[in-house]
């Protein structure tokens, strides 16, 4: 039961980071490729009527880690405090600047919004990097399975670690430009013309600087963590997913220069969802690992939910992600194409 | 201030500035599908008008709802965490499902709402207004079991970790706690959401500006207003309050200030709560009436404070006590201005009787203190516990957040929600002010993105 829950906790992450993805991406360049009051319309209303449902997988996914693992809720909620607060406090304000916005004819307005959008999408991205990276990283849990992390100290990986050191960062950095270049590339594909060959061109050169930080950040896990590839050594099989990862990097490079936008999307998905599968991967069957004793990580083992909450959580889960995803088919279709500011094209 | 206390208020005050918001949504939701249910039923295209302009409005508070209720599934694992690691098993279980049954199908159906009335038919349209009210009024049923386990917990065991496990899932679901305070809770949302639609409906008339949209609004508003006023108080309050006198007694004796058991009870209108000497100063006392009330008998006795042990009384004591008859008084006034708005309108007189219309316009806040001081009275009724008789309050919070952390969090939300106050209200000031005219269809109105 307990892997069951870990791989479906972690199903429910990748749906939100693939889907929510594309539209922080889209928050994060829309005041560099939208050009024109026109312009920035048609970018925001190519995420104005699935933003929302995409973030819904977040409270979800949040919901179900709640009933299936209380004590890594609890445990890693109260010790990023600081950090979740930060996020809420984003998450508020990107919600607010994108529906928002065209409440008033003003350009301050408007432009006041723009920068909101632009300022809370990047930093959710960073914040979203960084916290991955948290958990790979390890927290100094105590005895009694709490820990308090500030949101920073001497940015070492020590025994001493911050919310943000060097490792985070560079957490936060492949985050930001993985969803830039997904972002652009949901942009190629609902958009045409002009904006589409800019979302192109941002595309293929960003992909290029995602291949470099994504190595990166692969050698500052195993130096933050040197243990992070020993479930891949016990079972070799597994560097399949580290191949995929590169096979789709090469995928979106490919594919947003000769113009595939589709594919270059598909590939950007898969890159995400590999990249979160071989941290899932990595951390198996740990939750949240200890810095200081390895006996006090959070595991599936201690943080699981009794038998019947779990038995009688998977009835309903299965069939409410049924649910989820027929709404999602009928949205996307209904919304589908390419994006048009003509009056009524989104039924105003 | 300890952190205790800290954490108490910064859960107080974000659950009390979120719930501003849904209750609206979930009363409105009701409203526009009755719009546009009129609207389908008598092909009369003012209605489909009226519940666009109402969806504008729909549309903003339903943002604020969201974006102030993603903080309340967040802070019981960020500041009590504590009972999240004990009781996730069990309420974490219906707060998974508000956000799997719920929040997609209200995002999804939203969208088609109020972006996709052109490119569906009426029915379908209709269909996607009822499925937001669904996925609206199902959030609020998820949310109310979560609350019904911690005011009287069923379908429970412990496991030797000291988690707690669901024995029953249909029985949590069950609890007739939860059906009773569903039912209460849901009918003050309507009363919102009439008392709101009314508002605007005797501006616009007493203004006389769209004073045909004003008449619909009122007839509806009213209308609703009416049933659901009667029900808070019948039979969903006088239930409520029956099943609270027999499982938590020490919060009836609270908020009806009876520090003394008594057989033939009074009820107390007006007074002021000293604790110190256990008394009410300025009484305003009906006899009797409590023990009828609770019992069907005027000689049946109450169990007062004096039965409960010191360290078991709710507390902060006077704030039960008047939150409790703030809801009660607010409560009775509801029926009567719906009784005489509904006799008005029956006689076909209510748009004339401007000295009716007033009060109708002005009344739009109260309904949104009641509600907030309901919950006071439900949430400081079950003091000093976070689930009733099991866990205390003092045992539940995140012990590692100090104050000072708890301190800066909660300024950070007070500053959030007052520009968030100011921006709800200019822009529904905006929307008011432009009125339903521009809501037509064919109009080529400036383009909006969701209101």
Redesign the interface.
Known sequence: MGFVWFWLVAIMIVAYVVLDGFDLGVGMLHIFLGRTEQERQLILRSIGPVWDGNEVWLLAGGGTLYFAFPLLYASAFSGFYLALMIVLWLLILRGLSIELRMHLQLAVWRAFFDGLFFFSSLLLTVFYGAALANVIRGVPLGADGYFFLPLWTDWRVGPRPGILDWYTVVGGVVALVALEVHGALYLAVKTEGDLQERSRAVASLLSLVLFGVTVVSLIASIIARPDALSNYRSHPVLWIIPLIVLASLSGIVYGSRRRQDRKAFACSASYLAFMLAGAAVALYPRLLPSTNDPSRDITIQNALSGPHTLQVGLIWWIFGMLLAVTYFVIVYRMFRGKVSLETGAYGH | MTALLLHRIHFAFTVTYHYLFPQLTMGLALLIVALKTIALVRRDERYNQAARFWARIF??NF?LG???G??M??Q????W??F??????????P???????S???E??????FL?????LSPFAHWASAFLVFLGSWISGFFIIVTNAWMQHPVAFCV?PSG?Y???S?WALLMNPWAWLEYAHNMSGAVITGSFVMCAVGAFYVLEDQFSEFGKIFLQVGVVAGLISSITQVFPTGDLQGRYLAKHQPAAVAGMEGLFNSQRGAGIILLGQPNYEQQTIDNPLVVNNVLSFLIYGTTEAEVQGLDRVPRDQWPEPLPLLFYSYHLMAGLGTYFVLIMLIAGFLLWRARLFRSRWALWPLMLSFPLPYIANTAGWMTAEIGRQPWLAYGLIRTSEGY?????AG?GL??LI?FMG?YTV?SI?FIL?VY?IIQRGPESTRLVA????????
Request: charge should be positive; hydrophobic fraction near 50%; aromatic fraction near 14%.
């Open positions: 549309a903003v943002l969201v974006v102030t993603i903080p599934e967040f019981f694992g960020t500041n965490s504590q999240a690691r004990t009781t996730g098993g069990v309420i974490g279980q707060l998974a499902m508000e956000g799997v049954f929040f997609f199908l995002s999804a159906f939203l969208g088609l972006y996709g009335e052109r490119r496991l988690m496990e669901v024995t899932f995140s012990k590692y957040v100090s952390n800066f969090t950070g959030m968030l921006l822009l905006r080529v109105s400036p383009p909006l993105t969701v209101g």
